[in-house]
C-alpha cells in the first residue's frame, strides 16, 4: 500500500510564497506521474500540476503557470511544489496525488494524500 503525506501548508499574505511537500511511503516515482491538485470550499478538485519521475515531463494549469513549480527528489522520495507570488484564489486544500498515467481528472489516480490547507490573505 502506497502512502502520501503532505506537508507545509500555512497562512501566507499575497505575493508571498509556499513550498509544499509530498512524501512516499515508497520508491514509486520511478512507475508513477505525481500530481498536485486543490480544492476549495464549495469547489470540485482541480489540477495544479504533475511531473513524470523517470522522463521529468511536467505539466501545469494555466492558472498556476510561471507562478508554481514541481520537482522531485528521487532519493528523499518526496515531491515539491515551489508556490510563489501567491494570490487569495490560491486557497484550497493541496493534495498530492500518484498515478501510473497522466491524466487532468482525479479519478485517474490511484493513491492520495490527507492534503494540506493553504489559505492566502489579502
Known amino acids: 500500500q502506497v502512502q502520501l503525506v503532505e506537508s507545509g501548508g500555512g497562512l501566507v499574505q499575497a505575493g508571498g510564497s509556499l513550498r509544499l511537500s509530498c512524501a512516499a511511503s515508497?520508491?514509486?516515482?520511478?512507475?508513477?506521474?505525481v500530481a498536485w491538485f486543490r480544492q476549495a470550499p464549495g469547489k470540485e478538485r482541480e489540477f495544479v500540476t504533475a511531473i513524470s519521475w523517470s522522463g521529468g515531463s511536467t505539466s501545469y494549469a494555466d492558472s498556476v503557470k510561471g507562478r508554481f513549480t514541481i520537482s522531485a527528489d528521487g532519493a528523499k522520495n518526496t515531491v515539491y511544489l515551489q508556490m510563489n507570488s501567491l494570490k487569495p484564489e490560491d486557497t484550497a486544500v493541496y493534495y498530492c496525488?500518484?498515478?501510473?498515467?497522466?491524466?487532468?481528472?482525479?479519478?485517474?489516480?490511484?493513491?492520495w494524500g490527507q492534503g494540506t490547507q493553504v489559505t492566502v490573505s489579502s
Open positions: 496525488a500518484a498515478g501510473s498515467r497522466f491524466a487532468f481528472t482525479p479519478a485517474a489516480y490511484d493513491y
Open positions: 515508497g520508491p514509486i516515482f520511478s512507475r508513477y506521474w
